[in-house]
């Protein structure tokens, strides 16, 4: 079974970018997350939705 939520570390390093630039991120709102009792996930499906309007509006911020 392949796993539906990364880490903010594992979703950083699946993105090639540092885990501090993925919690800028989450914080205005560009990549989506959850929390589960405290704890941060990122869904696997919202980094391929970032990458695809990545391709599509060329925001690399």
Request: glycine content about 6%.
């Amino acid at each position: 079974m392949n796993r539906l939520l990364l880490t903010v570390p594992e979703a950083a390093a699946a993105l090639s970018i540092s885990r501090s630039k993925l919690y800028q991120l989450i914080a205005r709102g560009a990549v989506e997350s959850i929390r589960i009792e405290g704890c941060r996930r990122v869904p696997v499906t919202a980094l391929h939705a970032y990458i695809n309007r990545l391709g599509t509006k060329g925001d690399t911020q």
